[in-house]
C-alpha cells in the first residue's frame, strides 16, 4: 500500500437529548445516498481538534468544542485505500436556534435516537458510523488531556 492510499480522518459523535446528529451525503464510490457522522480528512499543518471542529461546522454550521474522545477507528474501503479515523465526542447542553450545513455536499442533517437508527432506510456510510455510536453508547470516553498538544 502506497502513502496516497492511507487517509487519516476525524469524526465528530454528535450526541443531544438522547439523539445523534448525522449528515445526508452522496457515497462517492456507490452513487448513493447515506448516512456518515460529521466528519473529513485532516489537512496539511492542521491539528485533531482543529481539524474535527471545522469538519463539523463545514458540514453543519454548529461551533461545539468536544468533550472527549472515543478513539480510533481502521477501514480498508472497497476502493483499496486505509482510513485511520479518530473519533471525538460533542455533547453540547443547548444548540443555536438555526444551523445548516456550510458544504454544498451535505444535502441533509437528520437526529437519530437509537430505535429511528436502525430503522432508517439510508444506508450508513460505512461500519465506522455505527462502530462509533456502540463504542459511545458503551460509555468509552477517553480525556481529551491524551493527546498531546501540537508542538
Do not use: C
Request: aromatic letters at 8%.
Amino acid at each position: 500500500m502506497s502513502r496516497e492510499q492511507l487517509h487519516l480522518t476525524v469524526a465528530a459523535i454528535v450526541h443531544f437529548e438522547q439523539k445523534f446528529l448525522l449528515v445526508e451525503e452522496i457515497d462517492k464510490q456507490t452513487g448513493q445516498r447515506v448516512l456518515n457522522q460529521p466528519a473529513g480528512h485532516v489537512e496539511q499543518d492542521e491539528d485533531l481538534l482543529s481539524a474535527v471542529k471545522r469538519e463539523l461546522y463545514e458540514e453543519t454550521g454548529l461551533r461545539l468544542e468536544p468533550s472527549a474522545w472515543l478513539g480510533i477507528s481502521q477501514l480498508k474501503a472497497s476502493n483499496g485505500h486505509r482510513y485511520v479515523r479518530l473519533n471525538f465526542i460533542f455533547e453540547p447542553d443547548k444548540l443555536p436556534a438555526h444551523y445548516q450545513p456550510q458544504d454544498s455536499d451535505i444535502l441533509a442533517l437528520h437526529w437519530y435516537d437509537s430505535h429511528q437508527l436502525s430503522a432508517t432506510t439510508l444506508p450508513l456510510r460505512s461500519q465506522l458510523v455505527s462502530d462509533a455510536i456502540a463504542a459511545y453508547r458503551q460509555g468509552v470516553r477517553i480525556p481529551l488531556t491524551l493527546i498531546q498538544p501540537t508542538r
